[in-house]
């Protein structure tokens, strides 16, 4: 079966955004994106909550179409396009959408099949769901047990306070550490399975 990986920018003291959303203390340089880029370009399935899935649609769509698109810009809109696009929502219809699923409700039901489902998009295969960004979508899988993993860029920065990664966790979730990186401007990345008994 596929996993469920939460990819997320991360604070030292765990906050993946400030208080009011704030995410300008990320760093991020063409290493990361090189790196970041290489991973993502591998999976045909990407998971977003609303909020996070209406931000790319405002940027990623058009963005390799911009006079001053990086290489980043043009490669990762490039896989956006063909990526299937899962968007945990209460509000939003999937009429008229392209190769988006908004699932509603049956949380649990609904992204054990897609867990289950063959990769059809064309793209490399890659058993990796990715989940970016999106606390509130994550908070939800954290609760039901769903996220099998974790791939988080640690920033050399203590926020003190904002939305934090890991709320209301009820049992213990134990990990295995399976590959780090030190990135030139001071990120970390480490990678987390779940171990599940």
């Not at 939460?6 to 290493?31: K, T």
């Not at 509130?136 to 939305?163: F, K, R």
Request: hydrophobic fraction near 40%; proline fraction near 4%; charged fraction near 25%.
């Amino acid at each position: 079966m596929r996993k469920i990986i939460s990819f997320m920018h991360i604070s030292l003291d765990g906050f993946v955004a400030g208080p009011n959303g704030e995410m300008n203390w990320i760093r991020v340089n063409e290493e990361i994106f090189d790196h970041v880029g290489k991973r993502i370009s591998e999976g045909d399935t990407a998971l977003y909550g609303r909020v996070t899935y209406q931000m790319m649609e405002n940027y990623w769509p058009t963005a390799a179409k911009k006079p001053n698109a990086t290489k980043h810009d043009i490669e990762h809109a490039k896989w956006y396009g063909k990526v299937r696009k899962v968007v945990l929502s209460k509000t939003m219809k999937d009429k008229g959408l392209v190769n988006t699923i908004i699932i509603s409700g049956k949380l649990t039901d609904s992204l054990n099949k897609i867990k289950q489902d063959g990769h059809t998009s064309g793209m490399s295969r890659s058993d990796d769901i990715l989940l970016f960004g999106s606390p509130t979508a994550t908070h939800s899988l954290m609760q039901q047990n769903l996220i099998d993993g974790y791939w988080l860029l640690v920033n050399p920065i203590i926020l003190g306070q904002g939305i934090p990664l890991f709320v209301d966790i009820k049992d213990r979730i134990k990990l295995d550490l399976v590959t780090t990186r030190q990135f030139a401007c001071g990120v970390t990345e480490l990678n987390y399975i779940v171990d599940r008994p």
